[in-house]
């Protein structure tokens, strides 16, 4: 359960994560449950440097500080849906009643739970790398500075670094992190997978961290909740708050992770590429595969703001690759009428037409079959077999998309979320998740956002608007 350290000289306040006007409602993939707050301490405090100066007019100054009020909450969603058969519907019964949900929004209280020049912060980088976790970790450690906190380290390689014999934590300061943004990959190093949640707690409790950063995306944030419930069966008063890290997008409740919007931009160089190819050559054929091993928001995304795409499949979404209506008989229509066509594949589409291999990585995730080298090959094997000739180009720019700087948009979103993930532990919030949520940024219960992962809805307008782009029709 998803908790704030709230202080009270009495019994704990209750108060909702979400305040639906039903007490119960299934939205989604998910139930929206009712989050509680336990006592902590408290500290009123104004910094100068997070107080804008006024003009000496105290009502001025209060109407500018730049605080968040601790009731401020925003509005989960905002369509009212007339009829389950509206494009995209999200509905609880049969007449798309209207429910609303409110999440709490993120940034700085006017209370803090903490002394800073007492805190311990630590921050951990978790899964794989993803364009943006130099920015968040720079601006994690920017904001515990402005608060005034001096005791700032970094774990080594994941959760292997409360751990692993050799691996020690690294101290962080401005200077240190002040252009890490620079430049890709991870200052901290990057690890799947980890000891026993027990094990790093104790770790945890050895090294006196009172805040823990963790950024990482479905698996990490699991991690960190099940930290989160160990520090609350020691009564350990430590903070564990997550950044959502997914190229995929799909953590729930948010509007994007940061190093989608990266991830999309980047994959328009292989696109491109793959597009030069097939257009210049005779019955070309260009195949570029992307991120996305449940959710298609890549894919899809990418084949939109390219325009050249012929193609698009995802894993949520049905096909067949031989027959009347399959992809591969849409393959040879095109040739016939344009001379080459283009094709983007998700990595986790059409898993069903592939032997499923019951290994996993580290982290747990069933390991998928290649179904970008599936598809070249058949693509190869039909066209040999029809005596056309095809001149097929494969690109698989993953590792590249992974490594690469986060681009301005998500540089932003990383700079909001790294202060909000601080603004959220001074607050004194644990278990929780800084994202963006109907264009706000809130806070969320790890609970909710990992109850499954989010998809692509066949029925969305998104992916409407994606299938008008491409012209390809329903391969099923």
């Known amino acids: 359960m998803a908790v704030a350290l709230k202080a009270t000289t009495s019994s704990a306040t209750q108060q ?9 409602f299934q939205y989604g993939f998910t139930s929206l449950r009712n989050f509680s707050w336990i006592p902590y301490f408290k500290k009123s405090i104004i910094y100068s440097n997070r107080t804008p100066v006024g003009d000496g007019d105290v009502s001025s100054t209060d109407m500018r500080n ?3 009020n601790k009731d401020d909450r925003a509005l989960l969603k905002v369509i009212k849906y007339a009829s389950p058969t509206s494009a995209g519907a999200e509905c609880i019964d049969p007449d798309c009643s209207w429910v609303e949900h409110w999440v709490h929004r993120a940034g ?8 800073p020049e007492e805190v311990k912060a630590a921050i951990v980088t978790c899964g794989g790398l993803c364009p943006g ?30 751990f692993e014999k050799g691996l020690k934590e690294m101290p962080l300061s401005r200077n240190v992190v ?30 006196r961290i009172d805040m823990l950063f963790v ?46 919007d990266t991830a999309v931009e980047e994959a328009q160089r292989a696109i491109n590429s793959a597009y030069i190819e097939a257009r210049s050559a005779y019955h070309g054929i260009g195949l570029v595969k992307l991120m ?62 592939l032997q499923k291999s019951n290994a996993t990585d580290a982290s747990g995730n069933v390991i998928l079959s290649d179904f970008g080298v599936h598809m070249q090959q058949k ?77 692509v809805n066949p029925n969305s307008r998104m992916w409407h608007r994606c299938l008008t782009s491409t012209g390809q029709p329903d391969f099923r």
């Open 108 to 115: 700085p209280r006017k209370e803090i739970y903490y002394e």
């Open 66 to 68: 730049g605080y968040v």
């Open 178 to 207: 002040e252009n890490i943004n620079l430049s890709g990959g991870s200052f901290l190093g990057v690890s799947r997978g980890g000891a026993k949640t027990s094990e790093i707690v104790d770790s945890i409790q050895a090294r």
């Open 379 to 455: 693509i190869k094997k039909h066209f040999k077999d029809i005596g056309v000739p095809a001149d097929l180009k494969y690109i698989d720019p993953t590792y590249m998309v992974r490594a690469c700087r986060a681009n301005a948009s998500d540089a932003i979103l990383c700079t909001v979320l790294g202060q909000n993930a601080v603004h959220g532990a001074f607050a004194g919030f644990s278990g929780i998740t800084s994202g963006v949520s109907n264009t706000h940024y809130v806070y969320l219960p790890i609970p909710e956002v990992i109850t499954a992962p989010k998809h």
């Open 16 to 24: 909702q994560w979400f305040h639906p006007t039903r007490d119960r």
């Open 133 to 162: 976790l130099n920015d968040v970790i720079r601006q994690i450690v920017f904001t515990l500075e402005t608060y005034g906190v001096k005791n700032i380290v970094g774990i080594p390689f994941g959760y292997r670094g409360f």
């Open 292 to 353: 996305g091993r449940s959710s298609g928001f890549i894919a899809m995304h990418a084949s939109l703001s390219s325009g050249q795409i012929d193609v698009c499949l995802i894993p949520e979404v049905s096909f067949t690759l031989d027959g009347e209506h399959g992809v591969l008989q849409h393959l040879e229509h095109l040739l016939n009428t344009k001379g080459f066509c283009m094709i983007c594949v998700a990595e986790g589409a059409g898993q069903d037409l």
């Open 215 to 260: 950024i990482g995306g479905n698996g990490s944030h699991a991690g960190a909740n099940a930290i989160h419930e160990e520090c609350r069966k020691r009564k350990l008063k430590v903070s564990v708050v997550a950044v959502p890290k997914t190229i995929d997008n799909d953590i729930l409740f948010m509007d994007k992770t940061f190093g989608f």
